[in-house]
């Protein structure tokens, strides 16, 4: 049975978030474990979870039999559940690369937004995904840039979360990368995405996939 917790260290990155307060709670998930070689948080990654409801996939997520599981879901109300603590390797990216790393799992805490990848993200969702965020980029240090989407480290496997999400209202709040300001040349995507963070072995339409997903301007 999930129970209440209160938030400790929340440290938000705008004045909008410090004025802000988050109930979490707490269904922990069996799929998990200690973070591999030393390793610490140093991404965030953004999944939709592709079921019908929030419950569903809580308890998708805390079966033994998938092997599954993140950090936190966030219901299309704002009711965040916590499954892993922050502190363990959940077990959600799969593989995939991001700026040359792998084992994204040790490195990184996963966030399962309730959206079906069908439709838009109502506003409590994305309320409690700002302040959880800030939260979680202030205790451990992670830069806004670090923010990314399953999409963006599974080039061509994922595409979570998906062409609904608002990824520039989360970079006007300094709570991920925003746009490169300079237009991309389409001949020169793979040189550019690559510096960007987005080193994956992939074909160029994948890559122009997941770009796109980010940024449509530039895929």
């Keep these: 049975m999930a129970t209440a917790m209160p938030v400790v260290g929340i440290q938000p990155r705008t004045a909008q978030h410090r004025a802000a307060k988050l109930q979490i709670n707490q269904h922990i998930s069996p799929n998990c474990g200690p973070r591999r070689n030393g390793l610490r948080p140093s991404l965030v990654v953004l999944h939709y979870t592709a079921m019908q409801s929030a419950n569903a996939a809580i308890d998708r997520l805390c079966d033994p039999a998938y092997e599954v599981s993140a950090h936190y879901v966030i219901a299309r109300d704002g009711q ?85 999400f608002d990824w520039t209202r989360l970079a006007r709040q300094n709570l991920a990368a925003g746009a490169p300001a300079s237009p991309i040349d389409p001949s020169n995507l793979a040189e550019t995405a690559h510096a960007a963070g987005y080193t994956a072995a992939c074909d160029i339409a994948d890559l122009r996939q997941a770009v796109a997903l980010r940024w449509p301007r530039l895929g």
């Design 80 to 164: 965040v559940t916590l499954l892993v603590p922050e502190d363990q390797r959940a077990w959600h990216a799969g593989a995939g690369q991001w700026q040359g790393q792998v084992d994204i799992n040790s490195r990184s805490i996963g966030i399962e937004l309730d959206n079906t990848g069908a439709h838009p993200f109502p506003e409590p969702h994305m309320a409690a995904l700002e302040t959880g965020l800030g939260g979680i980029l202030g205790r451990w240090g992670i830069a806004s840039e670090n923010v990314i989407g399953h999409s963006d480290m599974a080039l061509g496997r994922k595409v979570d979360p998906g062409p609904h």
